[in-house]
């Protein structure tokens, strides 16, 4: 574990036949703007300096991405990350990459104007898309946000599923949301029943939608919107 504050040591003398994990210090998580150098733009645990200020990350701190920081390379992930929040802000588009994943119950926040990319398999808790579009996925096996929690979804704003994995999807829309949902790659996008709500808009472009739970009825789809099927898109 690397936690900022914190340290951590094994311990086998304190209790005769026992090891336990001595723990000292105070938790006290950062707020991190990143920065990038442009090339690898790695975001890892307490090994490359690549937030503003020259700081390294440690799980939970608080991060966040907005016209400051170097968008020039992909973010490079590596590793399981447990942020205590991203939040995405400002104009510019990121893309997050990489063989590791966002992990735990962070919210994801998104005012941002440009687009997230999302290609690792992540884990978010609470998802926000304030502003602009969210992508998660590029047409392969990669991306996820993770199934369950809440999800604002307000006028003018996307979410895009464009992989050819299935995947279920538990995520609630916040009453009244106005935004689109859009389905493309060759993937199922199966609806669960705990997904008591969705957005007002939905696009299937490619692979199939499957809603458990006995489709719209039941206020599963609430407003004056409407259900696009495009060829490709069952």
Same mark, same amino acid.
């Given at each position: 574990l690397q936690i900022r504050g914190l340290s951590f040591a094994i311990d086998k003398t304190s209790n005769a036949g026992a090891i336990e994990l001595a723990v000292t210090g105070t938790a006290t998580p950062g707020d991190l703007v990143w920065g990038g150098d442009g090339t690898g733009n790695a975001w890892n645990v307490n090994t490359t300096a690549n937030w503003a200020g020259g700081q390294k990350f440690f799980?939970?701190?608080?991060?966040?991405?907005?016209?400051?920081?170097?968008?020039?390379?992909?973010?490079?992930?590596?590793?399981?990350?447990?942020? !205590? %929040? #991203?939040? *995405?802000?400002?104009? /510019?588009?990121?893309?997050?990459? @990489?063989?590791?994943?966002?992990?735990g119950s962070a919210p994801l926040i998104k005012n941002s104007t440009g687009d997230l990319t999302i290609?690792?398999?992540?884990?978010? !808790? %609470? #998802?926000? *898309?304030?502003?602009? /579009?969210?992508?998660?996925?590029? @047409?392969?096996?990669?991306?996820?946000?993770?199934?369950?929690?809440?999800?604002?979804?307000?006028?003018?704003?996307?979410?895009?599923?464009?992989?050819?994995?299935?995947?279920?999807?538990?995520?609630?829309?916040?009453?009244?949301?106005?935004?689109?949902?859009?389905?493309?790659?060759?993937?199922?996008?199966t609806v669960t029943t705990a997904a008591t709500l969705l957005p007002t808009n939905i696009t299937i472009d490619g692979g199939s939608m499957v809603v458990q739970g006995g489709g719209f009825n039941g206020d599963r789809m609430v407003g004056i919107g409407q259900i696009t099927v495009n060829t490709g898109g069952t």
């Open positions: 799980q939970y701190d608080d991060v966040v991405f907005n016209d400051s920081g170097n968008n020039g390379a992909n973010i490079t992930i590596t590793g399981e990350i447990t942020p !205590g %929040s #991203v939040t *995405i802000d400002g104009t /510019k588009s990121y893309t997050f990459s @990489g063989t590791g994943s966002l992990v290609l690792t398999n992540n884990k978010f !808790g %609470s #998802v926000a *898309i304030n502003a602009g /579009k969210v992508i998660v996925g590029n @047409g392969g096996a990669a991306g996820s946000i993770g199934e369950l929690g809440n999800l604002n979804l307000p006028l003018d704003s996307t979410l895009e599923f464009n992989t050819s994995s299935s995947f279920a999807f538990g995520r609630s829309v916040a009453t009244g949301d106005a935004g689109t949902l859009i389905k493309k790659g060759t993937g199922t996008m």
